[in-house]
């Protein structure tokens, strides 16, 4: 990179950097949100009765907040689309599928990026 290129860089990271750290936690919460609905996640989603696994979602892009059709209001429940993973090995295997899933509001669930 030539010399102008490398300060214009910096000059936009620090600009960048100045603009996130005058921003709310809440505006940059919005922002990470936006930047990870456009790039996606590779997220897992768990789904437990007490203290026992009984579903697990595996490369879930994101889960959303259902809103109602006439009054935009939130609904009690999250929705998202994910691979079933039915021995629960973290991988895809051979029959297990992409999904539509629901979760309640009051359910116990458990989303997190994926560790593999």
């Given at each position: 990179?030539?010399?102008?290129?490398?300060?214009?860089?910096?000059?936009?990271?620090?600009?960048?950097?100045?603009?996130?750290?005058?921003?709310?936690?809440?505006?940059?919460?919005?922002?990470s949100?936006?930047?990870?609905?456009?790039?996606?996640?590779?997220?897992v989603?768990?789904?437990?009765?007490?203290?026992?696994l009984?579903?697990?979602?595996?490369?879930?892009?994101?889960?959303?907040?259902?809103?109602?059709?006439?009054?935009?209001?939130?609904?009690?429940?999250?929705?998202?689309?994910?691979?079933l993973?039915?021995?629960?090995?973290?991988?895809?295997?051979?029959?297990?599928?992409?999904?539509?899933?629901?979760?309640?509001?009051?359910?116990?669930?458990?989303?997190?990026?994926?560790?593999?």
């Amino acid at each position: 990179m030539s010399k102008n290129t490398t300060r214009i860089a910096l000059v936009l990271a620090v600009g960048a950097a100045s603009l996130l750290a005058a921003c709310t936690q809440e505006q940059q919460n919005k922002i990470s949100r936006s930047i990870q609905n456009w790039t996606g996640t590779n997220g897992v989603m768990e789904v437990y009765a007490g203290d026992k696994l009984v579903r697990r979602f595996i490369q879930v892009d994101k889960v959303s907040t259902a809103l109602g059709t006439d009054d935009k209001a939130p609904r009690a429940y999250r929705y998202g689309y994910g691979v079933l993973d039915e021995n629960f090995n973290f991988e895809v295997d051979a029959g297990e599928k992409k999904v539509y899933f629901e979760v309640s509001d009051y359910s116990n669930t458990v989303f997190f990026e994926s560790p593999r």
